[in-house]
């Protein structure tokens, strides 16, 4: 017996989940997201519980378990940035001429390794 065909509906992704869901500020969004996922990636590195994170970024702990929840509606992407300096990290800003194929630039934050032996 053959299988019939189905016509299944789909729609292809923006590569911004935040975009294709209709947010307001998606590129915001997804900066926000990817900045959430430094910080509770450097907290389970360390092995950190809640409460010991909560001192270092010097917030309360109930709001550090709703940031590793994907809740950042009250933070800035300046304010997380500064979150994961307290927690030890740099963050680095730079910027590039986008490329001719992309209409717009973007924003994407990414985790660097340590060069060693490098001095700022």
């Known amino acids: 017996m053959t299988a019939k065909p189905r016509n ?27 900045l959430v996922h430094a910080i509770a990636t450097v907290i389970e590195q360390r092995d950190m519980t809640q409460v010991e994170a909560a001192d270092l970024m010097g917030i309360k702990q109930p709001n ?3 940031l590793l929840r994907g809740r950042t509606e009250n933070y800035s992407v300046g304010r997380l940035i ?17 490329p001719v194929s ?19």
């Open 8 to 34: 299944i509906d789909f729609t292809i992704s923006t590569g911004n989940v935040f975009a294709d869901l209709g947010f307001a500020e998606p590129d915001t969004e997804l900066v926000k997201a990817d």
């Open 102 to 120: 992309q209409r717009v630039g973007r924003t994407r934050v990414r985790l660097m390794k340590a060069a060693v032996g490098t001095v700022a």
């Open 64 to 66: 550090v378990s709703l």
């Open 82 to 98: 500064t979150l994961l300096n307290r927690l030890g990290h740099d963050v680095i800003i730079a910027h590039r001429e986008k």
